[in-house]
T-cell receptor
Framework: GQSLEQPSEVTAVEGAIVQINCTYQTSGFYGLSWYQQHDGGAPTFLSYNALDGLEETGRFSSFLSRSDSYGYLLLQELQMKDSASYFCAVRGNLNFSSGSARQLTFGSGTQLTVLP | DSGVTQTPKHLITATGQRVTLRCSPRSGDLSVYWYQQSLDQGLQFLIQYYNGEERAKGNILERFSAQQFPDLHSELNLSSLELGDSALYFC??????????????FGPGTRLLVL
């Protein structure tokens, strides 16, 4: 099967740094993605890691360790507008009743609240 | 704005009814995905189409079906609706190749309420 674990809630203050962890179990791992979703809005792609290491995109960075089946999203210089849900997603081989498919599985999401 | 459009934005209907949700992918994207998001839940993959053909199927109920048309827009049909089908339905697109499935662009979603 395929499963992802991430904290359900994280709270931080404006200007701080926060790290959202994600551990996963999957078969046929192809990569770890992160998406942001504001309340009632569409998920927005943030980053993708296929190889070990850190990827930086502005205030956001994402890290992957394939040997540890672990990754994290690092948000720096937090702003109020960063308050949202953050989902990690793994692309791997999923088993459905209809057969196997290489698809994204999303975690349950981490609700980040940024306080003034 | 992701470039993916979905209609309608909201839909209220009764149990037993049938509805059709519509999605237009970003220009140039060949893959379309459908997801269901229930309250406080993650995104559940339903089905993927690539260039008009069904590519992969998730645990999509038999009451649900989809198709992708020659102009690449897609429709998700939900029939014999039940209260539990109330959810946000998202369409996403990626592409143009199959290799970039990790980067998906989501539409604004259709909020379905079954009464």
């Amino acid at each position: 099967g395929q499963s992802l674990e991430q904290p359900s809630e994280v709270t931080a203050v404006e200007g701080a740094i926060v790290q959202i962890n994600c551990t996963y179990q999957t078969s046929g791992f192809y990569g770890l993605s992160w998406y942001q979703q504001h309340d009632g809005g569409a998920p927005t792609f943030l980053s993708y890691n296929a190889l070990d290491g850190l990827e930086e995109t502005g205030r956001f960075s994402s890290f992957l360790s394939r040997s540890d089946s672990y990754g994290y999203l690092l948000l720096q210089e937090l702003q109020m507008k960063d308050s949202a849900s953050y989902f990690c997603a793994v692309r791997g081989n999923l088993n459905f009743s209809s057969g196997s498919a290489r698809q994204l599985t999303f975690g349950s999401g981490t609700q980040l609240t940024v306080l003034p | 704005d992701s470039g993916v459009t979905q209609t309608p934005k909201h839909l209220i209907t009764a149990t037993g009814q049938r509805v059709t949700l519509r999605c237009s992918p970003r220009s140039g994207d060949l893959s379309v995905y459908w997801y269901q998001q229930s309250l406080d839940q993650g995104l559940q993959f339903l089905i993927q189409y690539y260039n008009g053909e069904e590519r992969a199927k998730g645990n999509i109920l038999e009451r649900f079906s989809a198709q992708q048309f020659p102009d690449l827009h897609s429709e998700l049909n939900l029939s014999s609706l039940e209260l539990g089908d109330s959810a946000l339905y998202f369409c996403a697109s990626s592409g143009p190749g199959l290799a970039r499935q990790e980067t998906q662009y989501f539409g604004p979603g259709t909020r379905l309420l079954v009464l």
